[in-house]
C-alpha cells in the first residue's frame, strides 16, 4: 500500500451528471497531484497543490474542479463530462515541491462517461 | 516543454531472460529520471530512479542506465520473473516547473513462465 487512497474505485455517469473523486494521502505530505491516465497515452498531469494552494493548472477545462481542503485530502469535481474524459483518474503526493521528490501515486478511480 | 518517447510498447520474454525498455527526452537541462511499474489495477509505483551526476545504478535485478549527452536512458530487468509483469513508464523532470514529471507512454511487460 502506498499511503494514497482514493474513492469511489470505479465510476459511471452521464453528461450531466456532478460526481466528486477523493483522495487521501497518509504519508505527511505537503504536495497533491491529479494525473489523467488514458490507453496509449502518456500521464497527463492536471493539478498540482502546495500546502493546499493551487500552483499548476495544466490548461484542464473548466468542466474540471480540484478542491484541496487540507494538505491531506485532495477532491477533483465533475460536471457536464464528455465521454472523452473516460480515463483512470490518478491522485499522487510528495513530500514538497522541491525537484526530484518522489511522488507516490493512489490506484486510481476508474471513470467512464456515458 | 520536455517530450520522452518509450520503446518499445509491448515486449514478451521468457522467464529467466533479460529485459531491456529503452526512453529518449529532450530537455538536455532535465536531469531526474524515475521509473515508475504499475501492475492491473494498481497506481504506479516507483522502482528505481537515477540522477544525472550518475552514469548507472543498480537494485538486485533491476538497473537504470543514463547517457546525458545522447539524451536516453533505459531500464534492465535481470532474470525476469512473473511477477515482474506489469506495465513500466520512464520519466523526467522539467526544470522549468517544481517537481513536473513528463513520461513515457508505457511499456507493457510480459513474462512468460
Known amino acids: 500500500e502506498t499511503g494514497v487512497t482514493q474513492t469511489p474505485r470505479h465510476l459511471v455517469m452521464g453528461m450531466t451528471n456532478k460526481k466528486s473523486l477523493k483522495c487521501e494521502q497518509h504519508?505527511?505530505?505537503?504536495?497533491m497531484y491529479w494525473y489523467k491516465q488514458s490507453a496509449k497515452k502518456p500521464l497527463e498531469l492536471m493539478f498540482v497543490?502546495?500546502?493546499?494552494?493551487?500552483?499548476e493548472n495544466n490548461s484542464v477545462p473548466s468542466r474540471f474542479s480540484p478542491e484541496c481542503p487540507n494538505s491531506s485530502h485532495l477532491f477533483l469535481h465533475l460536471h457536464t463530462l464528455q465521454p472523452e474524459d473516460s480515463a483512470l483518474y490518478l491522485c499522487a503526493s510528495s513530500q514538497d515541491l522541491a525537484r526530484q521528490e518522489t511522488q507516490y501515486f493512489g490506484p486510481g478511480t476508474r471513470l467512464l462517461v456515458l | 516543454g520536455e517530450n520522452v518517447e518509450q520503446h518499445p510498447s509491448t515486449l514478451s520474454v521468457q522467464e529467466g531472460d533479460s529485459a531491456v525498455i529503452k526512453c529518449t527526452y529532450s530537455d538536455s537541462a532535465s536531469n531526474y529520471f524515475p521509473w515508475y511499474k504499475q501492475e492491473l489495477g494498481k497506481g504506479p509505483q516507483l522502482i528505481i530512479d537515477i540522477r544525472s551526476n550518475v552514469g548507472e545504478k543498480k537494485d538486485q535485478r533491476i538497473a537504470v542506465t543514463l547517457n546525458k549527452t545522447a539524451k536516453h536512458f533505459s531500464l534492465h530487468i535481470t532474470e525476469t520473473q512473473p511477477e515482474d509483469s506489469a506495465v513500466y513508464f520512464c520519466?523526467?523532470?522539467?526544470?522549468?516547473?517544481?517537481?513536473?514529471?513528463?513520461f513515457g507512454t508505457g511499456t507493457r511487460l510480459t513474462v512468460i513462465p
Open positions: 504519508l505527511g505530505h505537503n504536495a
Open positions: 520519466a523526467a523532470s522539467d526544470q522549468t516547473g517544481a517537481n513536473n514529471l513528463f
Open positions: 497543490y502546495n500546502f493546499k494552494e493551487q500552483t
